[in-house]
């Protein structure tokens, strides 16, 4: 259960870490080139915050009577986490590969990888929220 609940404020710890990495360069910000891709980032990111919901909604309701209908759709709901988290380090990836390959400053660079990693790591703290909760309901 701590290790669940250590994973669940590490989301919110690496959201605040993604805000402060931001407001230490306001300029030159994200290049525009990026902004696409940045969003795609953002958004893959959001899904498995708003799963982790889903997911302890449904836990409670298994914790209250056990049944192994409601066990396995919890399970059902780790799975689409796992692939959600999937999908935010392909765009992650994306971006690093991208970035190396703008006409921009060194400083620009690390300060983008970097934001696109703390993002990242986002949706692997609530893929590992998840697995923690699978290790909760395992017979």
Do not use: C
């Given at each position: 259960?701590?290790?669940?609940?250590?994973?669940?404020?590490?989301?919110?710890?690496?959201?605040?870490?993604?805000?402060?990495?931001?407001?230490?360069?306001?300029?030159?910000?994200?290049?525009?080139?990026?902004?696409?891709?940045?969003?795609?980032?953002?958004?893959?990111?959001?899904?498995?915050?708003?799963?982790?919901?889903?997911?302890?909604?449904?836990?409670?309701?298994?914790?209250?009577?056990?049944?192994?209908?409601?066990?396995?759709?919890v399970k059902d709901i780790i799975r689409k986490?796992?692939?959600?988290?999937?999908?935010?380090?392909?765009?992650?990836?994306?971006?690093?590969?991208?970035?190396?390959?703008?006409?921009?400053?060194?400083?620009?660079?690390?300060?983008?990888?970097?934001?696109?990693?703390?993002?990242?790591?986002?949706?692997?703290?609530a893929e590992n929220a998840g697995d923690m909760?699978?290790?909760?309901?395992?017979?």
């Amino acid at each position: 259960m701590f290790m669940y609940l250590r994973e669940q404020d590490s989301v919110l710890d690496s959201v605040e870490d993604a805000l402060d990495w931001i407001s230490f360069r306001p300029e030159p910000g994200i290049p525009k080139e990026l902004e696409k891709e940045f969003f795609i980032l953002v958004d893959a990111t959001i899904e498995p915050i708003e799963e982790l919901a889903h997911m302890v909604a449904e836990s409670r309701k298994y914790f209250k009577n056990y049944s192994e209908k409601q066990r396995v759709a919890v399970k059902d709901i780790i799975r689409k986490l796992r692939q959600q988290e999937h999908e935010a380090d392909k765009a992650e990836a994306e971006i690093k590969r991208m970035v190396f390959h703008l006409n921009t400053d060194p400083v620009t660079v690390f300060h983008v990888v970097r934001l696109a990693e703390i993002i990242g790591e986002i949706a692997d703290h609530a893929e590992n929220a998840g697995d923690m909760m699978r290790a909760m309901i395992a017979r």
